[in-house]
């Protein structure tokens, strides 16, 4: 499994990005995806998930109403759309592909995780 994430780029206080998760080895359709974010000096931390079908999408508190996760699984891709971004959005993101079908908020639920993308959100 090689999972890649990718889209991250520099965007301004109240912009968009939409980040890509692939996986160029194997089908990840059974799983659950989630993706984390790791700011400098901090711990990584969860964003988002969603299950296997798309059918239950979950986010942290921070992220709600601003991102939306959805995936095209004839694709094997998983985005991450990320609207009215904030300073604090500024982080490393990684996506992740999960134990099972429904996502969780634990990094130990995750399997396999692609290396990372930088978004940095500036004024």
């Known amino acids: 499994v090689q999972l890649q994430a990718f889209g991250g780029g520099l965007v301004q206080i109240g912009g968009s990005l939409r980040l890509s998760c692939v996986n160029s080895?194997?089908?990840?359709?059974?799983?659950?995806v989630g993706w984390f974010r790791q700011a400098p000096g901090k711990e990584r931390e969860f964003v988002g998930t969603?299950?296997?079908?798309?059918?239950?999408?979950y986010y942290t508190d921070s992220v709600k109403g601003r991102f939306t996760i959805s995936r095209d699984n004839a694709k094997n891709t998983v985005y991450l759309q990320m609207n009215s971004l904030k300073p604090e959005d500024t982080a490393v993101y990684y996506c992740?592909?999960?134990?099972?079908?429904?996502?969780?908020?634990?990094?130990?639920?995750?399997?396999?995780w692609g290396q990372g993308t930088q978004v940095t959100v500036s004024s």
């Open positions: 992740a592909s999960g134990r099972s079908s429904y996502g969780s908020t634990r990094t130990s639920d995750y399997v396999y």
């Open positions: 080895r194997r089908t990840t359709s059974n799983n659950a």
């Open positions: 969603i299950s296997w079908n798309g059918g239950s999408v």
